[in-house]
């Protein structure tokens, strides 16, 4: 028997390095997954590589920095098959800057899309999950959220703000059999990874030698963490921020 089988996961940011890792992973476990990110032709690829490997999988194109988008995409998803267990809120941006080089612009952009997203799609789906019984919410938070780096004052309040968030769902919840928790990376060899050490001029092999591991990250690991939170496996876990840094986190 499957994790997964049977049951309705939504993933944010499915188009990208860690939601499209993630989305493969459920699917690979019997999960009907709805792949989602604004942007649709990453999205689409994604959803294609699924259904040839034999799995089920929607796509539904949105921005979820708008409030509307959110209820509209939890509407379509629980409509391709009545149900919905699992959300894994994923999608994020990162816009670096410190305090007074960050634009106004950066930091509400930031917010909508890394905390507020979570804000409407948990109150779209939650309704769901509770006349069901129960279901697995598991936000991606950050390394950066609990120890913030240098120069990114937006992206590191904005993933503190989504552990306070999983802490407080998951504290109001729990009596309602909904699981909340939240995955918090360290670095992680992604599109979003690569951009960053473009813009700071590092290498890979720099960010590898500042992991105790010896090396960074891979979204499938990163995956592999989220499904467990997401499966009946984690049963008792409701209210964790769980790093996975390659001990970076505690260097
Ligand atoms: N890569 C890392 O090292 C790392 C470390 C810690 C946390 N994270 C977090 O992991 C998550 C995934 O990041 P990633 O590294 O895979 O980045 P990524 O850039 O590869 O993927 C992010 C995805 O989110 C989507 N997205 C952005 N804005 C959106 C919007 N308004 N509406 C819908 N979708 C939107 C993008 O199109 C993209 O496909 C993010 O929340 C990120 O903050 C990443």
Redesign the pocket.
């Known amino acids: 028997m499957k994790r997964f089988e049977e049951k309705v996961a939504i993933v944010?940011?499915?188009?990208?390095?860690?939601?499209s890792a993630i989305a493969r992973r459920l699917s690979s476990e019997g999960a009907f997954v709805v792949v989602?990110?604004?942007?649709a032709e990453?999205a689409a690829q994604v959803a294609s590589d699924i259904e040839a490997a034999g799995g089920k999988a929607r796509v539904i194109a949105?921005?979820?920095?708008s409030r509307d988008s959110c209820f509209n995409l939890v509407g379509q998803a629980f409509g391709w098959r009545n149900r919905l267990d699992i959300l894994v809120n994923?999608?994020?941006?990162?816009r670096r800057g410190n305090l007074l080089s960050l634009s106004d612009e950066d930091w509400d952009i930031s917010f909508?899309?890394?905390l507020h997203?979570m804000f409407h799609l948990c109150r779209a789906v939650l309704p769901h999950m509770v006349a069901a019984g129960g279901g697995a919410i598991v936000n991606?938070?950050?390394?950066?959220g609990l120890h913030p780096a240098p120069n990114h004052i937006a992206?590191n309040t904005t993933?503190a703000a989504v552990a306070a968030f999983t802490q407080n769902l998951a504290r109001d919840y729990a009596p309602d059999k909904i699981r909340v928790n939240a995955v918090?990376?360290?670095?992680?060899?992604?599109?979003?990874?690569e951009?960053g050490v473009k813009r700071s001029g590092r290498t890979i092999a720099d960010l590898d030698r500042l992991v105790p591991f010896g090396r960074?990250?891979k979204?499938e690991e990163?995956a592999a963490l989220v499904a467990f939170l997401a499966s009946d496996e984690a049963a008792f876990m409701c209210g964790s921020l769980v790093e996975i840094t390659g001990a970076q986190a505690v260097a």
Request: charged residues 10%.
């Open positions: 944010t940011g499915a188009g990208g390095g860690i939601g989602t990110d604004v942007n990453a949105a921005d979820i920095s994923n999608a994020g941006i990162n909508a899309v890394n997203s991606t938070a950050s390394q950066w992206y993933k918090c990376p360290g670095e992680i060899h992604t599109p979003m990874l951009a960074i990250g979204p990163v």
